[in-house]
């Protein structure tokens, strides 16, 4: 497969066509930002962590029978996946309260969400990525019912993957954004599952692993993402 130019450049990954039109290659970067980009960094090694800990768990849900746009890794910080139609849809669950919900809700943080809380966000910087009910998403031609009836369920089943496959890695995973496309008719999971889109909480200290080290000041972040990638793909560190 040949790199060719580049397709999009976004926050955190670079986008390139390839020599073949179904398949693009997916650059992890090092860079990173926060609240809408007002806050940027950049951290050694990040991309390669979050590129790594994506790809083994896209390949994990691929292995329970949910279809992604993951293809293969072609370095260490670079994935080919399938060319999709995104959907401006951030598909966020929520398994115990954090961030956004407990600064507008009156939940508490580290409260538990039985069931989990699914909520959809129009992706679009420009709006401020607002949250969005079915009717607006259709109403804006994002997605058809039917779509939004399938993503609701694979993120709901994404969901008890990644709960179960957690669990044994003394991680908790409070809440993650999720992305899907479309591909010859089909909704696939698209973009990342990472530290920059998941929280991460260390099951016996509760501390962060994840990007908000980084949007509050918690601490270093490449540790951080160090120890969840030793903790979800160990066997790059016995290289
Ligand atoms: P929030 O609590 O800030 O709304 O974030 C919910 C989850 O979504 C959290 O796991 C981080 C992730 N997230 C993204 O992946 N991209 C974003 O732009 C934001 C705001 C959150
Ligand atoms: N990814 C978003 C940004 O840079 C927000 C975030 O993750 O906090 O602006």
Not at 13 to 21: I, Q
Not at 65 to 72: V, Y
Not at 84 to 94: G, M, P
């Amino acid at each position: 497969m040949i790199k060719l130019s580049e397709l999009y450049s976004g926050k955190a990954k670079t986008v390139y066509r390839t020599d073949d039109p179904e398949k693009l290659i997916m650059k992890f970067r090092d860079s990173l930002t926060a609240f809408d980009g007002k806050k940027k960094s950049e951290a050694p090694k990040k991309g390669y962590y979050n590129a790594q800990i994506a790809a083994k768990l896209l390949s994990l849900l691929e292995e329970k029978g949910i279809k992604t746009h993951f293809d293969s890794m072609i370095s260490d910080t670079e994935m080919v996946v399938d060319a999709v139609d995104i959907i401006k849809i951030e598909v966020i669950v929520r398994n115990i309260a954090a961030g956004s919900l407990v600064k507008k809700y009156p939940f508490k943080t580290g409260q538990k969400l039985d069931p989990p809380i699914l909520v959809f966000d129009y992706k679009s910087d420009e709006h401020g990525d607002p949250m969005i009910n079915d009717d607006i998403a259709i109403a804006l031609g994002l997605a058809t019912k039917d779509e939004l009836l399938k993503i609701r369920k694979l993120a709901l089943s994404i969901n008890s993957i990644l709960l179960d496959h957690l669990a044994d890695k003394n991680l908790l995973l409070p809440d993650f954004k999720l992305e899907f496309g479309r591909r010859k008719g089909k909704i696939l999971l698209a973009d990342e599952i990472s530290c920059d889109t998941c929280r991460f909480w260390d099951k016996k200290t509760g501390e962060s692993l994840d990007k908000d080290v980084f949007r509050f000041d918690k601490g270093d972040l490449v540790s951080a993402y160090r120890e969840v990638a030793r903790r979800i793909v160990p066997e790059i560190f016995e290289k």
